[in-house]
C-alpha cells in the first residue's frame, strides 16, 4: 500500500509538473468550445441540440489523446534504468502500472469534470436522473482504463519515447474523426458509412449519448459492452504482461 | 555473501551470454568485474539482482537463491545500473523519499533517512531542484544515495564512473570504499582497469562470457609472470614505426598520445637489450627506456589476447 500511494503521488507530482494533468483538463474544454464554434451551426444533428450531441466525444477524445502521454510516459519509466531499479525492489511488479493507473482514472475524472461544467454553460444537461449520470461516469472510466491499459502496454514494449505517441496518433484521429461522435453517419459519405457507424468510438458515444438523455438501445449498449470488457481484458492481460520480470 | 556456481546464461538461438561462471565476493568486501562490452559483466549483475534468471548453476546474494528466493534477495541488495535511475522531474529528496517508501518505510521516516543521506553525500544544496537540472557527478551520487535509502547488505553498481568526470569519479570512489567500511559488500562493473586497482579487494575478469581470471590486483599482475620494458620516444611521431620494429615481442602496445611503446619483457633484461639494440640501429631518439612491474592494464590485454601470447 505505501509502494502504491508512493508511486501514484509520484506520477501526479510529475504530471503536474509536466503539465500533463493541466493539459488533460484544458483539453476537453477547449475541444468542446472549439467544436461548439466551428461546427455548431453547420451539423444537423436533429431533435438534440449540438452541445448535447458533442459532449461524449469530446470527452472521449481526450481520453484517447491522454493515451499517447500515458504510452510516453510507460516507455520513460523502461528506458530510463528507473524500470530496472523497479523491477529489483522489494515490491510486485504490477505496483508501477498500477499507479499509472490511478493517475490516469484520476486524470480523466478530472478532464470528465472540466467537460462538464463548460458544456452546462453551453446548456448541455444531464436528462436522464443520478443512475444515468453514475453509468454515464462508470462507461467513462472503464474506457479510460482500458485505453491506457493499452496504451501502456505499447509504451513498454516500445521504450522508445519519441516513437511511442507517433505510432498511436494517427489511428487515434482517424478513429475520432470518422465516428458519429462530431456528426451523425448521414454525414459521411456511402461508402464509409458501414465503418463509422460500427466501429468502437462511434458505438460508445451512442451509448454514452443516451445516458446523458435517458435512454438505452439494447444493440448499441451490448456492443459497446462487448467493446470495454474486451479492451479490459485483452490490453489488461497485455499490460500485465508486460510488467513481468524477464527470463 | 555472494556467491556464483557454474552460472550459464543463453538468449534463445544466440552465443551463451555467459558460460560457467563462478566466483564468491566476501562479507564486507569490494569486488570489482572488469570487461569489455558486451563481455557479460550487465547480465551478471542482473542475474543478481533477480533481474534474469540463469540457464544453468546458481547464485546466490545474501545467502538467498537468486532464483527460488528473489524476494529475499531484493530485499537485501541495492542496485545502480548503467543509466541514472531516479526520476529526474522530481527533487533530489523526493527521490529519496519515494524510494524510502517503496522500500517500506513510512514517510515520516523515509523524510528523516532523506535528510540523513543528502547531508552525508553533501547535497543539502541542490536537494529541493529537480534532478534534471543536476549534472553527472551529482546524478550518480544521488542515483548511489538512493540504493541506500535502507541500507543494503549488497551493492550492484554498474558502471558506476561511466561518462563521469575524474574528480567527479575520484568522489564516487571515495564514497564507495566508505560503504565498504561501513560493512556493505559491493560488486561493482567497470571497464577502467585504474578502478578496479584502486578500489577493489578482488577483481573478476569476464570476457566473452567467461571468467578468465580472478584474484587481487597483486594476484593478477604476477599471473603476467614478467614486467614490461618500456619505451618513451622523442617523437611521438615515430611510435608506430617502433611499434613495427618490435612486432614480434609479445603484447606490444603503443600510445600514440604518450609517445611510449612497452613490450612484454620475456627474458628480462636480454629482452631490454634487444629492444635498445634494434631501435638505435634505427636511429630513433628516446627519452626513456626501462624495466617495469606490468599494469592492470598489461594484465588484462595479456588475458584477453591470447592469440598474441600464443
Request: with cysteine; glycine share 8%.
Amino acid at each position: 500500500m505505501t509502494a502504491l500511494s508512493a508511486l501514484t503521488e509520484r506520477v501526479i507530482v510529475n504530471t503536474y509538473r509536466d503539465l500533463d494533468l493541466v493539459f488533460a483538463i484544458i483539453a476537453p474544454l477547449a475541444t468542446f468550445v472549439g467544436f461548439m464554434l466551428a461546427l455548431g451551426k453547420v451539423i444537423d444533428t436533429g431533435a438534440l441540440s449540438y452541445p448535447q450531441y458533442l459532449l461524449p466525444i469530446t470527452v472521449i477524445q481526450a481520453t484517447v489523446f491522454s493515451s499517447m502521454t500515458t504510452a510516453d510516459r510507460a516507455a520513460r519509466d523502461q528506458s530510463q534504468g528507473f524500470g530496472v531499479r523497479m523491477k529489483s525492489l522489494p515490491i510486485s511488479a504490477v505496483v508501477p502500472l498500477t499507479a499509472r493507473m490511478l493517475y490516469c482514472m484520476l486524470r480523466g475524472a478530472l478532464g470528465l469534470a472540466a467537460a462538464l461544467i463548460v458544456a452546462y454553460v453551453f446548456g448541455f444537461r444531464l436528462n436522464g436522473g443520478p443512475w444515468y449520470a453514475v453509468a454515464f461516469v462508470l462507461l467513462f472510466l472503464c474506457f479510460t482504463l482500458a485505453l491506457s491499459l493499452g496504451a501502456d502496454a505499447v509504451g513498454t514494449r516500445l521504450s522508445h519515447v519519441e516513437a511511442a505517441s507517433q505510432i498511436l496518433f494517427v489511428p487515434q484521429m482517424l478513429l475520432v474523426l470518422l465516428s458519429t461522435g462530431l456528426a451523425p453517419v448521414t454525414a459521411f459519405p456511402e461508402w464509409l458509412r458501414p465503418f463509422v457507424a460500427h466501429q468502437p468510438i462511434s458505438q460508445i458515444t451512442e451509448t454514452l449519448r443516451g445516458f446523458t438523455e435517458g435512454r438505452v438501445e439494447t444493440s448499441n449498449l451490448l456492443t459497446t459492452t462487448a467493446w470495454c470488457i474486451g479492451m479490459l481484458v485483452v490490453f489488461g492481460l497485455a499490460a500485465v504482461r508486460m510488467q513481468r520480470r524477464p527470463g | 555473501m555472494i556467491e556464483l556456481r557454474n552460472v550459464g546464461k543463453s538468449f534463445g538461438g544466440q552465443a551463451p551470454a555467459l558460460r560457467d561462471v563462478s566466483f564468491d565476493v566476501p562479507a564486507g568486501s569490494i569486488c570489482a568485474l572488469l570487461g569489455h562490452n558486451g563481455a557479460g559483466k550487465t547480465t551478471t549483475v542482473s542475474i543478481l539482482c533477480t533481474l534474469l534468471t540463469p540457464t544453468s548453476g546458481y547464485a546466490k546474494v545474501a545467502g538467498h537463491d537468486v532464483v527460488r528466493e528473489a524476494a529475499q534477495v531484493r530485499s537485501s541488495i541495492g542496485v545502480t545500473g548503467q543509466d541514472v535511475a531516479v526520476d529526474i522531474l522530481l527533487t533530489g529528496r523526493e527521490n529519496l523519499v519515494l524510494f524510502g517508501r517503496l522500500r517500506g518505510l513510512r514517510r515520516k521516516r523515509a523524510q528523516e533517512r532523506a535528510d540523513e543521506l543528502l547531508h552525508e553525500f553533501d547535497m543539502v544544496k541542490a536537494a529541493d531542484r529537480p534532478v534534471s537540472t543536476y549534472s553527472g557527478g551529482m546524478r550518480r551520487r544521488i542515483d548511489i544515495a538512493v540504493a541506500l535509502v535502507v541500507p543494503p547488505k549488497v551493492l550492484f553498481l554498474d558502471e558506476p564512473t561511466t561518462g563521469l568526470d575524474p574528480r567527479s569519479r575520484r568522489a564516487v570512489w571515495s564514497l564507495v570504499s566508505g560503504l565498504s567500511d561501513q560493512g556493505v559488500t559491493v560488486l561493482l562493473t567497470t571497464q577502467y582497469l585504474e578502478e578496479a586497482d584502486v578500489l577493489s579487494d578482488s577483481i573478476v575478469i569476464l570476457d566473452s562470457g567467461q571468467v578468465i581470471a580472478s584474484g587481487t590486483a597483486g594476484d593478477l599482475k604476477k599471473l603476467v609472470g614478467h614486467g614490461y620494458c618500456e619505451l618513451t620516444l622523442v617523437d611521438p611521431l615515430n611510435v608506430s614505426r617502433v611499434a613495427e620494429l618490435l612486432a614480434d615481442f609479445q603484447d606490444v602496445e603503443s600510445d600514440v598520445e604518450a609517445g611510449t611503446v612497452a613490450v612484454l619483457a620475456t627474458d628480462g633484461v636480454a629482452t631490454l637489450r634487444e629492444v635498445l639494440r634494434r631501435v638505435s640501429d634505427s636511429d630513433i631518439d628516446l627519452i626513456d627506456i626501462s624495466l617495469r612491474k606490468p599494469s592492470l592494464d598489461e594484465v588484462f590485454l595479456h588475458l584477453t589476447q591470447p592469440a598474441i601470447t600464443a
